[in-house]
């Protein structure tokens, strides 16, 4: 056996030592979950050079706030609560803006921007832009679930721990999200099979 | 005995994420000569990756998970 071998650190690993000064091991943190977090920022605001923002400024809160976590194998759910009370401050900013220049706020949705399609060589732009669109059609907790499950590729177990839910609900979440998912994504499947 | 029955919750175990490789050989061996089953796990297939892919980020966000960092380092240096 190589005994030069080393074997990864666990997140709550990573957090110990982060906290405890190694502040550059959270880029191991950034690294793993910034797909997850920027889809889950893209289907709440569809910019993504805003989610993007979104994103980065929630891993810095998380990074900031990094001791409050309690369950340091938790680190997930907890970032996913984050990134989601920032969309909502993104949003909240967006309509006092809006109404303090008395724009017609209706014209501020930003849910029509579609995501940079070329970094999909397998799909079209406008199979990604279908695809997200049936993702944000789906109701928020669905949305979350299925995100976690196919982009973040944590099993139903995991989704329940790092969120804090009961298995069962999770569970029963994910196959209806999946159920309507597959009968809206039915086209872009045919497309993609064929 | 696999029957369509047992291969439905294997289907839903690869949904859920919890798919062995054991449930795998035995979804393989039935899907072989069962063409229902075998269209219904392939649409659960395409799901995920068409999921994935569709946020997959193919350019590296290199550059704004380095300005995350570099946040952070000044952050860690002011503290």
Known sequence: MDKTETIPLTEPQIIEKVLG????????LVN???????ALALVRCSDPATAEDIVQESFIKAYCHLSRLRDRSCFLGWLTKIVIQECHSYHRQQMRRAVATSLDVQSLDPRQIVFAAESNPGLTSKQVEFIH???????????DVIIMRFIGGL????????SGKRYG?????????YKLLRDKLAPVIQEVQS | MN???TCQKLIEHYIEGCLSSADRDQLNEHIKDCPACRDEF??????????????SIEQSPQSAMDAVMASIAQIHEHN
């Open chain 1, 21 to 28: 000064g190694q502040f550059q091991l959270f880029g191991l």
């Open chain 1, 32 to 38: 793993q979950h910034w797909n997850l977090a920027m």
């Open chain 1, 133 to 143: 669109s049936a993702i944000r059609g789906l109701p928020d907790s669905f949305r």
């Open chain 1, 155 to 162: 099993s139903v177990k995991d989704i329940a721990l790092q």
């Open chain 1, 169 to 177: 609900m999770v569970r029963v979440r994910l196959h209806r999200a």
């Open chain 2, 3 to 5: 029957t369509c029955k």
């Open chain 2, 42 to 55: 392939a649409r659960a297939q395409s799901v995920a990756v068409i999921l994935k892919e569709s946020y």
